[in-house]
Every structure is written in C-alpha cells, then in structure tokens.
C-alpha cells in the first residue's frame, strides 16, 4: 500500500523522476522478451498495455488473489 493515502501519485512520480515508461492499475502482467504486457480496467472496459522494461507498475485489488489463513494454521 502507498504511502500517498492511496491516491495512485508514488509510483507516477516514481516514473517521471526515472523517466520510465508506467503502467497504473494493473490488473494483470506478463513478461515478454524485453517488454511488459500489462492489462488494466478502465471506463470503457480494458486497455492492454506493452511497456518496455524498466518500467514503473501499480497493482489493483484484482493483480493477486489473496490467501486466507486456515483456522488450524490460526491456532
């Protein structure tokens, strides 16, 4: 979690103080050869972005599927 009060600014700031390509939301990521494949939910639905590696991304709620501890791994 940022610690902008999740308002999405550290990692764009992040991004043009590197001069970096940036990929906001992401939803889901796959590396290719070089590059960044990055989809992302917008208004309309969704944007697929190929970024070129380095580059800044930021996560949404839906990159990664949390895992819930057990109730005997909670004992």
């Known amino acids: ?6 308002c999405n600014q550290t990692g764009q700031l ?3 103080i590197l001069d970096w390509p940036q990929g906001t ?3 889901r990521v796959q590396l ?3 590059a960044v494949r990055v989809e992302r939910e917008v208004d309309g639905g969704l944007e697929t ?3 070129r ?3 800044v991304l930021t ?10 501890a057990t109730l005997p791994n909670i004992m």
Request: hydrophobic fraction near 45%.
């Open 14 to 16: 992040l991004a043009a």
């Open 25 to 27: 939301f992401a939803s």
């Open 59 to 68: 996560a949404d709620l839906r990159l990664n599927e949390p895992r819930y």
């Open 32 to 34: 290719e050869d070089g």
């Open 49 to 51: 972005l190929r970024l």
């Open 53 to 55: 590696l380095p580059a």
């Open 1 to 6: 979690q940022a610690i902008d009060d999740d």
